[in-house]
């Protein structure tokens, strides 16, 4: 196997006039009382401002800027398994960003499951 960059998926028309983006709430956030709210309704004015930026001749692109870090997105990566543990040992490790170990850990273990040789290391030690 070789190491391929990452595909990422074409940016699709965000389509927020009649079918709103998902967005995934930070679990971090799921019990902060009025936070939450505040959160949900900044949520729900970024779409606005995306359309009036697309309106003036922004491209999606560019209007894409204004909406929130928690906007639903696909990706689809390819690597090596070295390249992978490598990934692994950034993404899951106590320093990376809450969000990030969200994703990759269950990745992690679902590579431990699937290929034990590999990376059940990683998952024994947590790294």
């Keep these: 196997m070789t190491a391929s960059a990452p595909r990422l998926q074409q940016e699709p028309n965000l389509g927020f006039h009649a079918n ?6 930070p679990k971090f956030c799921a019990e902060c009382g009025e936070r939450l ?16 930026l697309l309106n003036v001749g922004w491209s999606p692109q560019q209007a894409r800027s204004v909406l929130p870090n928690s906007l639903k997105t696909e990706i689809v990566c390819t690597a090596n398994l070295r390249e992978w543990r490598h990934v692994f040992s ?33 998952a024994e030690h947590g790294k």
């Design 37 to 52: 709210v505040v959160t949900r309704s900044a949520f729900l004015v970024c779409p606005r401002g995306y359309r009036r």
């Design 20 to 25: 709103p983006q998902p967005v995934v709430a």
């Design 90 to 122: 950034l993404r899951c490790a106590s320093a990376a960003h809450p969000q990030m170990r969200e994703v990759m850990q269950p990745l992690r273990a679902a590579m431990a499951t699937a290929i034990p040789v590999i990376f059940d290391d990683l």
